[in-house]
């Protein structure tokens, strides 16, 4: 069974820095899928960003990119240029490629942005 | 693209009612619906996986006569708490994966409270 670790439960920055949330996971498949989902107050989740793992390029959506270490099972979100709007809760988690397996979640990250 | 609606979003109502919630799929089709349950600063838990014309697969711990789960066409599930009680009081989300991908796409949820 594939387990998500998110090893810091808060964090906060200052508007306009960057900062980076951790995530590690275990798994012995060699081809799946990784997210970063966004849950801000009002509790709808939104899908921030995507890695697949066969792909070596680390995949970037606007201020979000991610550092994939495949070897190290490590897979951290880096948000540039913070903005208030960025403070949510942060889940990692890994998905299996096949079949309807379901995802496995960290247990989040509360993130908060300081004007 | 790939919106998910969840009806409703609030309800309140007594113990020993049922309560029925519906999830549906308003740009794409999708095949798989999942199921979670999500208690205050918690991650998600899975509940169970509906498929389209198929019977739901529940996860362990999960009544299936109390859950009940109807997945009749590609663009809408419905969850049915039975008999509920005070504990089934939660927030209940919905996803629903795109066709050949591993994405989940998360309804805004809905908060149950039964007094």
């Known amino acids: 069974a594939q387990t998500v670790t998110q090893s810091q439960p808060e964090m906060s920055v200052q508007e306009a820095e960057t900062v980076t949330l951790s995530c590690t996971y275990d798994t012995s498949e060699n081809n799946y899928y990784l997210f970063w989902y966004k849950q801000p107050p009002s509790r709808q989740m939104i899908l921030v960003i995507r890695?697949?793992?066969?792909?070596?390029q680390n995949a970037t959506e606007n201020r979000f990119s991610v550092n994939f270490q495949k070897a190290a099972k490590s897979f951290s979100l880096k948000i540039s240029d913070s903005q208030l709007g960025d403070t949510a809760m942060y889940f990692c988690a890994f998905g299996p490629n096949f079949g309807n397996e379901k995802l496995t979640f960290g247990t989040g990250t509360r993130l908060t942005i300081i004007p | 693209g790939a919106v998910v609606s969840q009806h409703p979003s609030w309800v309140i109502c007594k113990s020993g009612t049922s309560v029925k919630i519906e999830c549906r799929s308003l740009?794409?089709?999708?095949?798989?619906m999942f199921w979670y349950r999500q208690f205050p600063k918690q991650s998600l838990m899975l509940m169970a996986t509906?498929?389209?014309?198929?019977?739901?697969?529940?996860e362990q711990g999960v009544e299936k006569d109390k859950f009940l789960i109807n997945h009749a066409s590609l663009t809408l599930s419905t969850l049915t708490v039975t008999s509920a009680h005070p504990e089934d009081s939660s927030f209940y989300i919905c996803?629903?994966?795109?066709?050949?991908?591993?994405?989940?796409?998360f309804g805004p949820g809905t908060r149950l409270l039964v007094l």
């Open positions: 890695q697949e793992a066969y792909k070596q």
């Open positions: 509906s498929n389209e014309g198929s019977k739901a697969t529940y």
């Open positions: 996803s629903a994966r795109v066709g050949g991908s591993q994405t989940q796409y």
């Open positions: 740009d794409f089709q999708a095949t798989t």
